[in-house]
């Protein structure tokens, strides 16, 4: 641990703050929930906040903002943590929320939390993004099915059409469904 917090490694600093290291790490590192860091522009902190290998420590920092568009670039990042983005899917921004709704891979619970959104577009993206997740299940579980029923020999033939028959029965459904 430095003077000025814990030793980060720079490779999450974008090129616009090149020379400008020592400097930015420093003023990450005292960065208040509603104070922007004076010697980087609002686009840099943007992309650090996007880097998947910006600290945890900085990410939490960026979480809280001022710009929505950081705020973003966080709730993007595909490093940042399941409790965080629990956070940004409660900001006061619907754009940001629209950003967490829109990934497919979010915990379920989080994607059902913006289903009540107040605001329309961050509900139905994210129901949409429910969809998504449940039609991706069905596509890995019907992949594995043709798998097993690949492997099978001659004499499962039988085996083979009832596996056929529940993966079109399935898709079936799954479509009628959305």
Do not use: H, W
Request: one cysteine or more; a neutral charge.
């Amino acid at each position: 641990m430095s003077a000025i917090g814990p030793a980060y490694s720079m490779s999450f600093v974008p090129q616009g703050c090149i020379g400008q290291e020592s400097n930015l790490i420093e003023q990450l590192s005292a960065i208040s929930l509603n104070q922007e860091a004076e010697s980087c522009s609002a686009k840099s902190l943007e992309l650090i906040a996007a880097n998947p290998n910006t600290p945890l420590a900085i990410l939490r920092q960026l979480a809280g903002n001022e710009n929505e568009d950081v705020r973003i670039a966080v709730a993007e990042n595909v490093s940042t943590p399941r409790d965080l983005l629990l956070l940004l899917a409660r900001d006061r921004q619907a754009d940001v929320r629209y950003a967490i709704a829109e990934n497919a891979n979010l915990a379920p619970e989080i994607l059902q939390l913006l289903c009540e959104d107040d605001n329309p577009y961050v509900s139905s993206r994210a129901m949409r993004s429910i969809m998504r997740q449940k039609s991706g299940r069905f596509t890995e579980c019907t992949s594995r099915l043709k798998v097993v029923a690949a492997k099978g020999s001659a004499s499962d033939r039988g085996i083979k059409r009832f596996i056929n028959t529940l993966t079109n029965l399935a898709k079936i459904s799954s479509e009628r469904a959305s």
